[in-house]
Nanobody, 124 residues
Framework: VQLQASGGGLVQAGGSLRLSCAAS??????????VAWFRQAPGKEREFVAT????????YYADSVKGRFTISRDNAKNTAYLQMNSLKPEDTAVYYC????????????????WGKGTQVTVSS
């Protein structure tokens, strides 16, 4: 199973970025997994950002990103997205996507699969 995060970059404060998380694997049924985004800033612990359930029916967000970030998924494309608007310098971090069972939401230890991160840098 591979999760490939992409779409990071350098953006000015107030700008937007859209991250993608593409899943692959011969026996991996993407549509049966919750997908979450986490982020890790330099010198800080990895933290929860957002989760979308396997069907897309429920969404969960960290308080710090509510109203600015939107998580979505396209099960036909085995891909999840994180639309990030009104970016702030404190959003600067490496962003990781992860997949977990339907009972997993925001805890790192509940995630079964992790992708390599993509760097997001927001300049002031």
């Amino acid at each position: 199973v591979q999760l490939q995060a992409s779409g990071g970059g350098l953006v000015q404060a107030g700008g937007s970025l859209r991250l993608s998380c593409a899943a692959s694997g011969r026996t991996f049924r993407f549509s049966t997994y919750n997908v979450a985004w986490f982020r890790q800033a330099p010198g800080k612990e990895r933290e929860f950002v957002a989760t979308i359930t396997w069907s897309g029916g429920s969404l969960y967000y960290a308080d710090s990103v509510k109203g600015r970030f939107t998580i979505s998924r396209d099960n036909a494309k085995n891909t999840a997205y994180l639309q990030m608007n009104s970016l702030k310098p404190e959003d600067t971090a490496v962003y990781y996507c992860a997949a977990g069972s339907p009972g997993s939401y925001s805890r790192l230890r509940d995630m079964a699969y992790w992708g390599k991160g993509t760097q997001v840098t927001v300049s002031s």
